[in-house]
């Protein structure tokens, strides 16, 4: 199985911050057709997951432009600039290129 | 508007079986492939099948812990989505979602208890 790190854990954070959190997978993650299905959701509080990113980079329906992803292969980030207190809660990062899919163990996001 | 519902949860004894159905609307269902995801009490996500389209002759995938116990299907008559969880254990105790291809659409979840 593919084994998706997440780093930091946690992280504690002002609103307005800028914060990053990593991705690293242990097989890469580009596809045959030579797309990359590396995907980041975040699941506030009490709430099902949603996405916010897809395919390592693109915004999903509605997600504000404060979030942006990069990476490629194996080594993927998530940037939140400017924090604000809707963003709170655990983020995860999630690869469909392989079965099984795989989480990772996710990053909560927290006030400071 | 997307909307997914997940019932079927409840409190089942170890050994015992459950279906759970997962009844969409506002989207093209049958363009998408369907995953049942779960997430046990306090812990993080955990993939549990797929199901893809016709286009892709209704394939699925299983994860490997729950491969023999678990039957995943659709009726794209009806745009829904069920899993059969069967020789139910502990462990399986978790909120079970619903969720499109690529984790773009989530259900509210249904929670399935197994305990004596």
């Known amino acids: 199985d593919v084994v998706m790190t997440q780093t930091p854990p946690s992280l504690s954070v002002a609103i307005g911050q800028s914060v990053s959190i990593s991705c690293k997978s242990s097989q890469s993650l580009v596809y045959s057709d030579g797309k990359t299905y590396l995907h980041w959701l975040l699941q506030s509080p009490g709430r099902s997951p949603k996405r916010l990113i897809y395919?390592?980079?693109n915004l999903g329906s509605g997600v504000p432009d404060r979030f942006s992803g990069t990476g490629s292969q194996k080594d993927f980030t998530l940037k939140i600039s400017r924090v604000e207190a809707e963003d709170l809660g655990v983020y995860y990062c999630?690869?469909?290129?392989?079965?099984?899919?795989?989480f990772g163990a996710g990053t909560k996001l927290e006030l400071k | 508007e997307v909307q997914i519902l997940e019932t079927g949860g409840g409190l089942v004894k170890p050994g015992g079986s459950l279906r759970l159905s997962c009844a969409t609307s506002?989207?093209?269902?049958?363009?998408?492939?369907m995953n049942w995801v779960r997430q046990a009490p306090g812990k993080g996500l955990e993939w549990v099948a797929q199901i893809r389209n016709k286009n892709y002759n209704y394939a699925t995938y299983y994860a490997e812990s729950l491969e023999g116990r678990v039957t995943i299907s659709r009726d794209d008559s009806k745009s829904s989505v069920y899993l059969q969880v069967s020789s139910l254990r502990a462990e399986d105790t978790a909120i079970y979602y619903c969720?499109?291809?690529?984790?773009?659409?989530w259900g509210q979840g249904t929670l399935v208890t197994v305990s004596s």
């Open positions: 969720s499109t291809g690529w984790f773009a659409y």
């Open positions: 395919q390592v980079s």
């Open positions: 999630a690869q469909t290129t392989h079965f099984p899919n795989t």
């Open positions: 506002g989207f093209n269902f049958n363009d998408y492939f």
